[in-house]
């Protein structure tokens, strides 16, 4: 039988990691995990943010935020987010 894991199990083991952390809205970061609460509020330092415009996607460096779990969408551990994803 394949071992369980709970979700705010699996994001306390990302504590320290780099975190792909994508919204509800045009927005998404990457940044390395300082810590959640219940709520999956999330404090993320070293962050890049970015923001889907008509424009374009623009890229927004931060030393550190906190965003609200309620407009978390996904989060993808260990991931360099999507500039790591375009080829």
Sequence with gaps: MASQI???E???RCIGSRI???TKSEREFTGKLLGFDDFVNMVLEDVTEYETTVEGRKATKLA???LN???ICMLVPGSSGPEGEES
Excluded: A, F
């Design 6 to 8: 709970l979700p705010l």
């Design 10 to 12: 699996l994001i306390d």
């Design 20 to 22: 792909w952390v994508i």
């Design 64 to 66: 550190q935020t906190l």
């Design 69 to 71: 779990g309620n407009n």
